[in-house]
């Protein structure tokens, strides 16, 4: 049974959650049973199987018990970003239809707003304390008796996209006929592909409410091992949590990885890592200049995997074969993979196109969406899926990632990839972070710029800018080189690594989509 009802019983003193910074330690026999506590008062609330709980929340030590208590009622549970501003937190709440909302004294000024937005959610406690309109998470659970497992179904997370491109959209399964007993049958496949058991420290360096993250520390929870969270990211700080924990496992995004990579020496080699046996990356491709420098440093336990939200995962690479094709996100698991033109013709290999996954075994809709849901289909083969991503497969079927679609810029009718251009500048010794975005021109309809956050004690100036140009020069074909440079303070990136572009593309062109718009120090190649 993947359940941490199961290692209550046999290791019920076993670590289930180690926070990083505070030190507090949650038992398996404390997460079970306040998991059965709050599942309890669910059930006293009316809610059955089919119907949602929402969690907003910072990365906390009870943040799992909710999730438990929440899918082992055989519900929906929607992990909000606890980082958005109240008007989308709130839409989320609403549109997932949740009956109990769960946060914390922490969040309570944007909580409060959230609340009002969702009428329908009628349950709202808080952890740590309360406000007008909620109660304490800790009394509520208390008036209940640890409870049996129900004899309904096991239930689904329903997860928002990230918002980055619109609005936030719901991913919603079918909740399986799967008695909740079973547990959470993803924790098998993690086990299985990362080599993760009851021996397991996983270290999660990202906020929780991530598809990713909440997936392996359940996962991880399931089998039985140890989820050490970090409650925010510090490059420096997650090498010590390493060497602290005895840390087994671990996930991280590319940003985080250039972020240690650009550690001062001494950082880097102060703190024994040699339990560190897996690392795991994804949700962005890497630079392969980075990720080659990460295996010098850490050696070849670095892995790899593509999906999304809505497909789970669907490649997996490991460092050896990566080495041997630097760049690939790896080869199909479970699921074929398929890389179409826009009307949907299948390509050959090493030819670009958007890369459909097909689910022979699940599906997903929209929530409340359907021609969102409808769009991402095949138009002659329902069961391949597309999230966006352009990229290619190799003769041998590895697949090698372009960029997002939406993120293409056409230039003189030419197609570039701001993925490639952003992972030659990001290794600069100079640069902490850059995106790369078309910008309005008359003449070729839009041309490339490079924005760019300075490392720290670098000045944004015409140096620097030349510096850069330069540098990309010698590194890109001519077409794809920024025409200019622009210089913020700190890129509008989320926790989880993924930036922000749509709020970056809006300053630049504006309102109307057709003027460009100063913002901030601007160092042009053309000026």
């Not at 055989?74 to 239809?97: F, H, P, Q, W």
């Not at 909740?180 to 993803?186: P, Q, V």
């Not at 496992?249 to 650009?262: A, D, E, G, I, N």
């Not at 997002?404 to 100079?430: C, D, W």
Request: hydrophobic share 35%; glycine share 10%.
């Amino acid at each position: 049974m993947l359940h941490p009802e199961t290692h209550a019983r046999t290791s019920p003193d076993h670590p289930a959650v180690v926070m990083c910074d505070s030190g507090e330690v949650v038992s398996y026999a404390q997460l079970d049973k306040r998991s059965r506590r709050f599942a309890a008062l669910l059930h006293a609330e009316g809610l059955r199987p089919g119907d949602g709980v929402a969690l907003f929340l910072e990365n906390h030590p009870r943040y799992f018990e909710v999730c438990w208590g929440a899918l082992r009622s055989g519900l929906y549970l929607t992990t909000v970003n606890r980082y958005l501003a109240a008007d989308e937190a709130g839409y989320i709440v609403n549109d997932c239809g949740a009956k109990v909302l769960v946060t914390s004294a922490s969040l309570a000024e944007v909580a409060g707003e959230v609340a009002n937005q969702a009428p329908g959610c009628t349950r709202r406690l808080m952890i740590g304390g309360t406000i007008d309109g909620f109660e304490s998470y800790e009394s509520a659970i208390e008036g209940h008796e640890a409870a049996p497992f129900p004899a309904g179904p096991f239930g689904e997370t329903m997860l928002y996209s990230s918002g980055t491109t619109g609005h936030p959209k719901g991913i919603r399964r079918p909740i399986a006929d799967q008695p909740s007993s079973d547990g959470y049958a993803l924790g098998g496949a993690i086990g299985k592909l990362f080599n993760v058991d009851e021996g397991s420290v996983y270290l999660s360096p990202a906020p929780l409410y991530h598809s990713a993250p909440l997936a392996f520390t359940l996962g991880v929870q399931a089998l039985g091992g140890t989820v050490a969270v970090m409650e925010r990211f510090d490059a420096r700080a997650a090498l010590r949590a390493i060497e602290e924990h005895g840390v087994t496992h671990s996930q991280w995004v590319p940003t985080m990885f250039s972020r240690m990579l650009k550690l001062p020496a001494e950082d880097r080699t102060g703190f024994d890592l040699s339990s560190h046996k897996v690392a795991v990356h994804a949700a962005a491709p890497c630079p392969k200049a980075v990720k080659h420098e990460m295996i010098d440093w850490w050696g070849p336990i670095i892995h790899e995997y593509w999906g999304g939200t809505e497909t789970g995962i669907a490649t997996y690479i490991g460092s050896e074969d990566w080495l041997a094709r630097p760049g690939s996100v790896g080869r199909a698991l479970a699921n074929p993979l398929h890389v179409c033109d826009e009307d949907g013709r299948e390509l050959g290999p090493n030819e670009a196109g958007l890369i459909y996954v097909e689910l022979t075994n699940t599906s997903f809709e929209y929530h409340n969406a359907p021609e969102k849901t409808k769009n991402t289909r095949h138009p002659e083969h329902p069961s391949w899926v597309e999230i966006g991503d352009v990229g290619y497969l190799d003769e041998e079927g590895f697949l090698f990632l372009t960029d997002r679609a939406t993120f293409m810029i056409i230039s003189g009718g030419v197609n570039i990839y701001p993925q490639e251009i952003e992972n030659e500048l990001i290794v600069h010794p100079k640069v902490a972070d850059v995106a790369v975005i078309g910008v309005p021109n008359e003449d070729f309809g839009e041309e490339v710029k490079a924005i760019v956050q300075p490392a720290e004690g670098v000045a944004p100036d015409d140096a620097l800018t030349t510096e850069l140009l330069a540098y990309a020069g010698e590194r890109l074909a001519k077409y794809k080189c920024p025409r200019s440079i622009n210089y913020e303070a700190e890129l509008p990136r989320l926790p989880t690594g993924k930036l922000y572009k749509r709020l970056l593309k809006d300053r630049y062109w504006g309102d109307s989509g057709s003027s460009l718009v100063a913002d901030g120090p601007t160092r042009s190649g053309d000026e």
